[in-house]
T-cell receptor, first 115, second 111 residues
Framework: ETGVTQTPRHLVMGMTNKKSLKCEQHLGHNAMYWYKQSAKKPLELMFVYSLEERVENNSVPSRFSPECPNSSHLFLHLHTLQPEDSALYLC??????????????FGSGTRLTVV | DAKTTQPPSMDCAEGRAANLPCNHSTISGNEYVYWYRQIHSQGPQYIIHGLKNNETNEMASLIITEDRKSSTLILPHATLRDTAVYYCIVSTSYNTDKLIFGTGTRLQVFP
């Protein structure tokens, strides 16, 4: 177990559904991130949160809505997704919003399939 | 944009050393070199990082050239479980900088 837990591990949803991805970290980190990894593409940084405040949004469509209720939890709310949104969604955390000495700790990801 | 260049794939025999190169010719003085790896369908895992000096930990060694324009990650005794995509990333530790991943090197360790 890496210290960053993501649920569910797999999710299949229709284009009209609403679902949420959950990420939880028990490392005492202050920063959390959402990444997207599509097939045969590099990881793409989506959102950055520092102390529950969103500090970066990398031109992500509004059908993806992040929420960070506290420094240990991060959600990604999904609605009216498209098939091209099918990907592995990875959550990560770090001590601060900086790479610092040991970088990021990643979860195992949620494999999302939009049908 | 990723600031590094890595070969797309490499093979290594089990038990032998795996030497993964990375070019980062535009690296600036305050940028570190980080290595992560991603085993199939899992999240990336931190391996090692360095600034100027060579570094070693229980997973790997990092050799950085004197001009810092390239580096090599060494897995001294590769095992089948080391089969993964290895990412070389350069970045500062400032709070405005983030981990930006490139396409990495797919290392295949064979028996």
């Amino acid at each position: 177990e890496t210290g960053v837990t993501q649920t569910p591990r797999h999710l299949v949803m229709g284009m009209t559904n609403k679902k949420s991805l959950k990420c939880e970290q028990h490392l005492g980190h202050n920063a959390m991130y959402w990444y997207k990894q599509s097939a045969k593409k590099p990881l793409e940084l989506m959102f950055v949160y520092s102390l529950e405040e969103r500090v970066e949004n990398n031109s992500v469509p509004s059908r993806f809505s992040p929420e960070c209720p506290n420094s240990s939890h991060l959600f990604l709310h999904l609605h009216t997704l498209q098939p091209e949104d099918s990907a592995l969604y990875l959550c990560a955390s770090s001590q601060e919003v900086a790479i610092a000495n040991y970088g990021y700790t990643f979860g195992s990801g949620t494999r999302l399939t939009v049908v | 944009d990723a600031k590094t260049t890595q070969p797309p794939s490499m093979d290594c025999a089990e038990g032998r050393a795996a030497n993964l190169p990375c070019n980062h010719s535009t690296i600036s003085g305050n940028e570190y070199v980080y290595w992560y790896r991603q085993i199939h369908s899992q999240g990336p895992q931190y391996i090692i990082h360095g600034l100027k000096n060579n570094e070693t930990n229980e997973m790997a060694s990092l050799i950085i050239t004197e001009d810092r324009k390239s580096s090599t990650l060494i897995l001294p005794h590769a095992t089948l479980r080391d089969t993964a995509v290895y990412y070389c990333i350069v970045s500062t530790s400032y709070n405005t900088d983030k981990l930006i991943f490139g396409t990495g090197t797919r290392l295949q360790v064979f028996p």
